[in-house]
Nanobody, 129 residues
Framework: VQLQACGGGLVQARGSLRLSCAAS????????MGWFRQAPGKDREFVAA????????DYADSVKGRVTISRDNAKYTVYLHMNSLKPEDTAVYYC???????????????????????WGQGTQVTVSS
């Protein structure tokens, strides 16, 4: 699958953005989708993930309550709705996909960037104070 992320931009603190990640290929509904971000000089970190059928989602503590991940399997798209943005949210945001397993009640494998087969090119989000 190929992933194309978009929707980033410059926004003031406390503002909102919606990122989109469009997938091409087959069987989008068989992929767990994740969002990660990487700030300058820092490692790429987990932001959010969503299961194949949207029944399960998970968020990093740093964004919980401010961010919502969703997907539309008919449109082959995953979204990241971000509210109450802070300057520390400034980063390049990447979408990722993996079809080896679903999100269950056990391991939080989907939080580890090395578990994903496919990555989008990233979209820059800059939050000004």
């Amino acid at each position: 699958v190929q992933l194309q992320a978009c929707g980033g931009g410059l926004v003031q603190a406390r503002g909102s953005l919606r990122l989109s990640c469009a997938a091409s290929g087959r069987a989008f509904s068989s992929y767990v989708m994740g969002w990660f971000r990487q700030a300058p000089g820092k490692d790429r970190e987990f932001v959010a993930a969503i299961s194949r059928s949207s029944s399960r989602t998970d968020y990093a503590d740093s964004v919980k309550g401010r961010v919502t991940i969703s997907r539309d399997n008919a449109k082959y798209t995953v979204y990241l709705h971000m509210n109450s943005l802070k300057p520390e949210d400034t980063a390049v945001y990447y979408c990722a996909a993996d079809n080896s397993r679903n999100i269950g009640t056990g391991s939080n494998w989907y939080r580890r960037r090395g578990e994903y087969n496919y990555w989008g090119q990233g979209t820059q989000v800059t939050v000004s104070s």
